[in-house]
């Protein structure tokens, strides 16, 4: 999530602590963990781990649930869209494996 520094008029950075960031940051391991995108230290893609990448959608399910009515409509949005994507995913990577 981009935030406006003081006095900057309209120039945005990038906000590390953000719900966005943790948000990306936990999907980023998921994705890792369903061999979507590569690891980005390895730069290779992780064997298949369905139980570990199930932990982290479950912890984003549970970040959902906690945070709901302390979100704005664009951090709603977004964590709905990563939830769905990674649900998605799983399911898939399931049916491969199986």
Request: proline content about 3%; hydrophobic content about 40%; charged content about 30%.
């Amino acid at each position: 999530m981009e935030r406006s520094e003081p006095g900057t008029q309209g120039e945005t950075r990038y906000d590390p602590s953000s719900l966005v960031a943790l948000v990306t940051g936990l999907g980023a391991q998921a994705q890792i963990l369903l061999g979507v995108i590569e690891n980005p230290i390895t730069k290779q893609k992780e064997e298949v781990d369905l139980e570990r990448a199930r932990n982290f959608i479950d912890l984003l399910a549970m970040l959902d649930e906690k945070t709901k009515g302390n979100r704005t409509d664009e951090e709603s949005a977004f964590l709905d869209r990563i939830l769905a994507d990674l649900r998605m995913r799983w399911v898939d990577a399931q049916k491969s494996a199986g």
